[in-house]
């Protein structure tokens, strides 16, 4: 009976998001009304009375709000502008360069970010007008500035990866260093497979001129202040001179000091960069209250524990059990955002791989492991049909591109995914290298 009234939050909180209702009240609506049947009403109010305490007084929540506003600041300071001229200006004169500009300024924007959407609109800003000047292939530009957007949440500081260590229990630093590695890889693997496309289709990526020596130093000098608060921020976390959260606030300021000392930057642009955080913290954190709420219903059924010891006793090996828990995620990836996707499965999902004998890892070692191949799968959910985030967010922006022609060159940087996803599961060292020398 119990299994059958959790299938039955799952199926409202599916239709709830169907009829677009907010995500956060179709995880709440479903998990109050089956605490209710479970439990009855005065349990339920105990049990809400607590609930928003018992989130919002932990600590780590607050670096979230802070590398938000860090991204809104690099956003409204125009150094977007300047990441992307002088990726431009190195290598722009390929076929595809302004593509490979696009994922390399994607990156570097990403490491003063944290959001994928975010690094994904504001890229695109800059990016798209200089692909169409030179007469790019459309759904192959809108496709490549959507993938690139992923590198948002895969360049630490990366919001998704902070809440995975919240919910986890991890250690915020070196999860930063178990992704820093496969964040990179992500965008070289990217870079490689619209050279190979431009093998294919040479006239979606046309070249622009080349840029002479003296211009590119010039622009290079242009973005030291990305390098210098991407070493400080996260130089100061593996060396332990700050706390995530304290970095978070020095990245911040430096952020806005370098906007206001480059001339974007205003105090109005200040306002807008706070609503806008404002917005976003407020969203993410009801997200947190409903996925809790509906937590603590499917708690009652006891479907958590019996998942768990479902996937320790499967008559499979613990790798083909990762993989099809990644296969699961991609799915879901398809009409959840990460956020609520992470908040809903990990208290389900993680103690149960938990459990699995992988690779001859530790438990630590092991968490951060699986962190970095979520956030894998993640970033693949927010540019696959048919409900890729990031390609509607580009889309916004090329109207005149139909979203099935941008999914029809999307499918080049999903292969790049599923080669780097590959190498990432059979590869632990890959994400655990860098992790023996955070303090």
């Given amino acids: 009976m119990n299994g059958i009234i959790a299938l039955g ?39 809400l009375k607590g609930l928003t305490f018992a989130r919002f007084s932990i600590y780590d929540l607050s ?12 956003t409204q300071g125009g150094l ?23 994922v390399l300024a994607s990156a570097a924007f990403g490491s003063v970010c944290g959001s994928s959407v975010a690094t994904a609109a504001t890229i695109a800003q800059v990016a798209l007008p200089e692909m169409r000047r030179y007469r790019y292939d459309g759904g192959f530009a809108t496709a490549t500035l959507a993938a690139g957007g992923t590198l948002g949440i895969l360049i630490p500081p990366s919001v998704v990866l902070v809440l995975y260590a919240i919910l986890t229990e991890q250690n915020i630093a070196k999860l930063f260093a178990a992704a820093l590695i496969p ?121 958590p524990a019996q998942v768990a010891d479902l996937i320790a006793h499967a008559d499979l090996s613990p790798i083909a059990v990762v993989v099809a828990v990644l296969v699961f995620y991609i799915i879901l ?30 438990l630590e070692d092991k968490a951060l492991w699986f962190g970095v191949l979520l956030l894998t799968v993640v970033n693949i959910g927010l540019i696959a049909p048919p409900i890729g985030l990031n390609v509607y967010v580009v889309g916004m922006q090329a109207r005149d591109v139909p979203v099935s022609r941008t999914y029809r060159y999307v499918f080049v940087f999903l292969a790049a995914d599923a080669l780097r996803l590959a190498l990432l599961v059979a590869l632990p060292a890959l994400s655990l290298w860098l992790v023996q020398f955070v303090r």
């Fill in 9 to 47: 939050m799952f199926a409202a909180m599916l239709a709830l998001m169907a009829a677009r209702v907010p995500i956060w009240a179709a995880m709440f609506l479903p998990g109050a009304a089956g605490y209710v049947w479970l439990s009855g009403t005065g349990p339920l109010l105990a049990f």
């Fill in 63 to 74: 670096v979230v709000p802070l590398f938000l506003l860090m991204g809104h600041l690099a």
């Fill in 80 to 102: 977007s502008a300047g990441l992307f001229r002088a990726a431009t200006a190195f290598v722009g004169h390929w076929r595809g360069g302004l593509a490979q500009a696009s």
């Fill in 183 to 303: 964040g990179l890889l992500a965008a070289a693997l990217y870079c490689a497979a619209i050279a190979l496309f431009m093998r294919v289709r040479p006239a979606a990526g046309p070249p622009e001129p080349r840029v002479p020596l003296r211009r590119r130093v010039t622009l290079l000098g242009g973005v030291a202040p990305v390098l210098a608060i991407f070493v400080i921020v996260l130089g100061g976390i593996y060396g332990g001179v700050f706390t995530p959260t304290e970095a978070a606030a020095v990245g911040t300021l430096l952020t806005a000091i370098a906007g206001f000392a480059t001339g974007p930057l205003t105090i109005a642009r200040v306002g807008q960069a706070l609503r806008a955080t404002a917005q976003t913290t407020g969203a993410i954190f009801m997200i947190f209250i409903g996925a809790d709420m509906l937590n603590g219903a499917l708690a009652l059924t006891q479907m």
């Fill in 333 to 362: 990836g398809g009409v959840m955002d990460e956020m609520s996707m992470l908040l809903l499965t990990l208290p389900v999902v993680f103690p149960a791989v938990m459990q699995l004998p992988l690779a001859g890892l530790g």
